[in-house]
């Protein structure tokens, strides 16, 4: 009862702001990103019938209580999909630099949701996988699938027509995608705290959610001409109206810090040199910068003269979910 399964990171491209389920992770939009290639988390599940409790190791460490108690509630849910009571050993291995701030859970979670239920004999489609993910956590759901995709947000209560498709293949439109990690802080409010605080205070909210169904539609009809331009101006309006809505918040907040302005600011000035970027921001303050590749390399150049810029990632659109032989992890943790 052992699977090891490998799930990639995804940036979102018309953004999840909010949700209208807590517990199941229902989201008040939908959505659509592309999935990474660079940044990934390998996950290696085992279930034992002789463990008391799970064990859970990131990066060779045990994890702290919270973060287990977090991860014992997914299994939880898989447990009881799969009608089974066992314990696990969960051993993952980010290759995200969680602690610049990227987002990891997305492919964790999406690692852990494939791992554990290949190892639990479950044979499952995309779709079925994809609404499991997003029980640990909104935006793993859309890292079961590779290339572009879209998080269909679902009307129903019990969440059974919230899931993710992939609208096109990693391989049929290379983009890049700069991860841009600037000289920052600890944020104050965390993406739950944000999300909940601008959907109950933030007069702003309810604009939100009248465009973006619009900004879904301008994305994928972006991406199915191959539009570059189209698909960049769509998700660089969409990002700074979701952190508007921020703004409108009792109390207010931002992610934004002053390298993350600067960045903005020097992407809008290559435009008006005649270099097509576009940026795109999550809940933080790095930023992420999209091109096409033949001028990769000269952003790339200006971007890292910023004294505001510590490094930069260059990613493309990567695989969905893939399954490894059991031996690429070891699981005898001492137990």
């Not at 060779?60 to 447990?79: S, Y």
């Not at 570059?228 to 992610?255: I, R």
């Amino acid at each position: 009862m052992k699977a090891v399964a490998q799930a990639h990171t995804n940036i979102a491209l018309i953004k999840y702001w909010g949700k209208r389920d807590e517990a199941l992770f229902l989201p008040m939009n939908s959505s659509l990103s592309i999935t990474l290639d660079r940044f990934y988390t390998t996950t290696g599940v085992q279930f034992c019938k002789d463990l008391s409790k799970d064990i859970f190791m990131l990066n060779g460490e045990l994890v702290n209580e919270q973060e287990l108690a977090k991860m014992t509630r997914f299994l939880d849910i898989i447990r009881n999909y799969a009608g089974v009571q066992e314990h696990a050993i969960i051993n993952s291995t980010n290759k995200v630099p969680t602690a610049a701030g990227f987002a990891s859970s997305a492919s964790g979670y999406a690692a852990v949701a494939a791992a554990s239920t290949k190892a639990l004999g479950l044979e499952l489609g995309g779709k079925e996988l994809s609404m499991l993910a997003r029980r640990g956590s909104g935006s793993a759901t859309r890292s079961i699938f590779g290339g572009y995709v879209e998080w269909q947000k679902g009307e129903r209560e019990d969440g059974s027509d919230s899931y993710a498709k992939q609208i096109l293949g990693e391989k049929e439109w290379g983009l890049t995608i700069l991860s841009v990690l600037l000289e920052s802080k600890c944020k104050k409010v965390s993406s739950r705290e944000g999300m909940k605080r601008t959907v109950e205070t933030s007069p702003f909210y309810s604009g939100w959610l009248d465009t973006v169904e619009h900004d879904i539609y301008s994305a994928k009809e972006a991406i199915r001409n191959h539009d570059f331009d189209q698909l960049g101006k769509v998700s660089e309006a969409n990002a700074l109206k979701m952190h508007a809505t921020m703004l409108g918040a009792t109390p207010p907040f931002t992610y934004w810090q002053s390298g993350t302005l600067a960045v903005m600011e020097r992407i809008q000035e290559l435009r008006e040199e005649g270099i097509s970027a576009y940026f795109t921001i999550d809940a933080g303050p790095n930023v992420k910068v999209l091109c096409m590749p033949n001028d990769e390399e000269r952003v790339r150049a200006a971007l890292l003269h910023m004294s505001e810029v510590e490094d930069i990632y260059s990613c493309h659109p990567g695989p969905g979910i893939t399954y490894l032989p059991e031996s690429t992890m070891r699981m005898d943790i001492g137990y």
